[in-house]
Nanobody, 124 residues
Framework: QVQLVESGGGLVQAGGSLRLSCAASGRTFSNYYMAWFRQAPGKERELVADIDWSGGSTFYADSALGRFTISRDNAKNTVYLQMNSLKPEDTAVYHC?????????????????WGQGTQVTVSS
C-alpha cells in the first residue's frame, strides 16, 4: 500500500523551530513533485512549499519564504520541512503530498498521494 506518513509536529514557542518529515512507502517518489500543505481552523488549505524531483527548484508561500526550507532525500524516499522563526499563525495540521504534475500541486487539486498530517501548534 502506498503511504505518506508525516512526523515531527508538536508544540513549540513562537520563535522556535521544528523539522517535519514525510516518509513515503510502497513506491519510489523520485520522479514526483513533493509538497507541504497546511490546514488551520477557519482557513482554507494553503500550499506552504514544494520541491521538484531533483531538489533544485523550490517554491514557498509568501508566509513561509525566508523561514521555512523544503528538502528531499530520494534515497530515503523522504521529504522534509524545516520551520524556523515559527509564529502562532503557523499553527495548523501539516500534510505532505506528491504529484507527478506541478499544476496539481500549485492548485492543490487531484493530488496523487496525500498524507494524514501532523499537528503543529505555536504558542505566543
Amino acid at each position: 500500500q502506498v503511504q505518506l506518513v508525516e512526523s515531527g509536529g508538536g508544540l513549540v514557542q513562537a520563535g522556535g523551530s521544528l523539522r517535519l518529515s514525510c516518509a513515503a512507502s510502497g513506491r519510489t517518489f523520485s520522479n514526483y513533485y513533493m509538497a507541504w500543505f497546511r490546514q488551520a481552523p477557519g482557513k482554507e488549505r494553503e500550499l506552504v512549499a514544494d520541491i521538484d524531483w531533483s531538489g533544485g527548484s523550490t517554491f514557498y508561500a509568501d508566509s513561509a519564504l525566508g523561514r521555512f526550507t523544503i528538502s528531499r532525500d530520494n534515497a530515503k524516499n523522504t521529504v522534509y520541512l524545516q520551520m524556523n522563526s515559527l509564529k502562532p499563525e503557523d499553527t495548523a495540521v501539516y500534510h505532505c503530498a506528491a504529484d507527478v504534475n506541478l499544476p496539481d500541486i500549485r492548485a492543490g487539486l487531484y493530488l496523487d498521494y496525500w498524507g494524514q498530517g501532523t499537528q503543529v501548534t505555536v504558542s505566543s
